[in-house]
Structures are given as C-alpha cells and as structure tokens.
C-alpha cells in the first residue's frame, strides 16, 4: 500500500510551490531562518563558487520530503566582491515522500501559473510543446517543462519541470494509484539573456 497523503500536506505543498515560485519569479526575499520551507538541515557552499550555498530543509508537515534552494550572489549586481552581494535564489527543488496523490498537472499548472504550449532550455531557446515523455518502463518517470508567465509582479523568467510517476497499465500493484503522482517539482530562475548580453 502507498502512504496515505493528507489535505494537510498536499495544503503543504502547494504553499511552498506558491511561495518558492513568489521567491524566484517576483524576487521575494529568501530568508532561510524564517521560511515555509521548514527548519535548515544543512547549508552546503560549493566548492569554488563564492556565495554560492545549497540549502537543505526539513518540513514539519512533510517530513520525508527533501526540500532544496541554491542561493548565488546576484548576477544584476556588478561588484567585484561577491561575498557582499545579495544572495538570490537561483533554483529550488522538492522531491515529496510519500509521492503526492490526487494532484493533476492541471491544478500544478494553474496554481503556478505557467505558459501552455511551449518551454524554454537553459540557453533561453524555445521549443513546442510540454510533454517530455517517460523514461523506460520500469521506472515509469514522466516530465514535462513550462516557462512560468509574465505576470504584472514578474520580476524575472522562471522555469518550471514536474516529474510525475505513471501508473503501471498492464499491471497495477495492489493499492497502487491508478492515476499519476507527484514525485518531484524544480524551479529555475533565468539568467539566460544576461548571459547572451555578456557574450555580445
């Protein structure tokens, strides 16, 4: 049997989608001591990379569920000395255990109010379509990618994936969902253009 999910995490989990989306496309502050996101587990800098730190949260709602945010210095910011420029969030990503049940990608769509049609790769190309497909069968893992609209409040493009787990067709296990689950959900603020307008 899979883990019953409650209204309760599934209330959760749309708070902290809503919230890590507000961080990442309308540039609301990141705070990690005071945060939905939940208690910090640890805050790991990259190696070689000044002021860059991944955080780790620990939910109290959803406890097994793993939470990151990757934090750079603001590329908007020209200093030369990264240790003193704000700290932005440049990706976040939760990966729910147990996997979210009764969660349709067209609630996820419309609760994080994203593009339909199309999706844009890390080079800022756009290409057709949502749907990515599933990886082989005995995993099951299906994607789909959106760039996140333009809103009055957008302060920055954002790049939306969902990783869903297909139900088996040909042989469900017992108590098994007979409908997709939410595995995971990325987020990915776009610096692309600064990066093309670097190039020229």
Do not use: C
């Amino acid at each position: 049997m899979e883990p019953t999910v409650t209204d309760a995490q599934r209330d959760m989990a749309f708070r902290i989608l809503t919230t890590a989306m507000a961080m990442l496309r309308d540039d609301q502050p990141f705070d990690p001591a005071r945060t939905i996101f939940g208690r910090v587990l640890s805050a790991q800098p990259e190696r070689g990379a000044v002021g860059v730190t991944e955080y780790s949260f620990e939910n109290p709602v959803l406890p097994d569920t793993r939470i990151i945010v990757v934090v750079i210095p603001d590329p908007l910011d020209p200093s030369a000395d990264r240790t003193k420029v704000k700290q932005v969030m440049l990706d976040f990503t939760i990966r729910f255990s147990p996997l979210l049940t009764d969660i349709s990608r067209s609630t996820l769509e419309d609760l994080l109010q994203v593009d339909i049609g199309y999706w844009v790769d890390g080079n800022g190309e756009r290409w057709p379509g949502n749907d990515m497909g599933a990886t082989p069968p005995q995993i099951r893992l299906h994607s789909y990618r959106y760039r996140a609209s333009n809103l009055p409040t957008s302060r920055f493009p954002v790049d939306v994936e969902f990783a869903f787990g297909d139900p088996d067709p040909q042989n469900p296990a017992p108590g098994e969902s007979k409908m997709p689950v939410l595995m995971d959900v990325l987020l990915n603020r776009d610096y692309s253009a600064l990066k093309r307008q670097h190039r020229e």
